[in-house]
T-cell receptor, first 112, second 114 residues
Framework: QQQVKQSPQSLIVQKGGISIINCAYE??????FPWYQQFPGKGPALLIA?????SEKKEGRFTISFNKSAKQFSLHIMDSQPGDSATYFC???????????FGIGTKLQVIP | DSGVTQTPKHLITATGQRVTLRCSPR?????VYWYQQSLDQGLQFLIQ???????AKGNILERFSAQQFPDLHSELNLSSLELGDSALYFC?????????????FGPGTRLTVL
């Protein structure tokens, strides 16, 4: 059962454009929603995360928008750069022992 | 560098064999997680240990087992290997109970089963 659905699976954006990746979840017990960034040959690394008590969180060019009623959240990358080309995973977790459920991943390519 | 180390980096073996993957968590992290990453399945959670005890189990096959030792390093044992077990295996660690639930991932072990 895929508890976190992520789309699209691949995305091509021109340099300077906005990259948008969407995720939806089913389990209302989830209380922590991180986004991880993975470059080829590397392990995933935390990019930005949000808790459901806020609707938006911004860190530099990266913004998470969160809609609790719709059980959806999204990552926006403003002014996308070729260096942002990577695979992005949304995730969700709950409880004290932080078992994390990952989305399928989105391979982002930013072209010059 | 996340501070999580994994060995070996690459492993090539044959079907039916058994291998052991090793992970050392960041200093101070008590929780260790194992993930399998394949092209068509994304990141699949396998199992989590906290301070030596199993805490959560995901899609881990019966042929696979793991443990966390008193020094907090962890090993993932894969036996009776099949071609479909070829994947990247990641270990991650975290500080459980903190405000930031960030998991720190190691560089992974690439397993190829021939």
């Amino acid at each position: 059962q895929q508890q976190v659905k992520q789309s699209p699976q691949s995305l091509i954006v021109q340099k300077g454009g906005i990259s948008i990746i969407n995720c939806a979840y089913e389990n209302t017990a989830f209380d922590y929603f991180p986004w991880y960034q993975q470059f080829p040959g590397k392990g995933p690394a935390l990019l930005i995360a949000i808790r459901p008590d806020v609707s938006e969180k911004k860190e530099g060019r990266f913004t998470i928008s969160f809609n609790k009623s719709a059980k959806q959240f999204s990552l926006h990358i403003m002014d996308s750069q070729p260096g942002d080309s990577a695979t992005y995973f949304c995730a969700a977790s709950s409880g004290g022992y932080q078992k994390v459920t990952f989305g399928i991943g989105t391979k982002l390519q930013v072209i010059p | 560098d996340s501070g999580v180390t994994q060995t070996p980096k690459h492993l090539i073996t044959a079907t039916g064999q058994r291998v052991t993957l090793r992970c050392s968590p960041r200093s101070g992290d008590l929780s260790v997680y194992w993930y399998q990453q394949s092209l068509d399945q994304g990141l699949q959670f396998l199992i989590q240990y906290y301070n030596g005890e199993e805490r959560a189990k995901g899609n881990i096959l019966e042929r696979f087992s793991a443990q966390q030792f008193p020094d907090l390093h962890s090993e993932l044992n894969l036996s009776s290997l099949e071609l479909g077990d070829s994947a990247l295996y990641f270990c991650a660690s975290s500080v459980v109970g903190g405000q930031n639930n960030e998991q720190f991932f190691g560089p992974g072990t690439r397993l190829t089963v021939l």
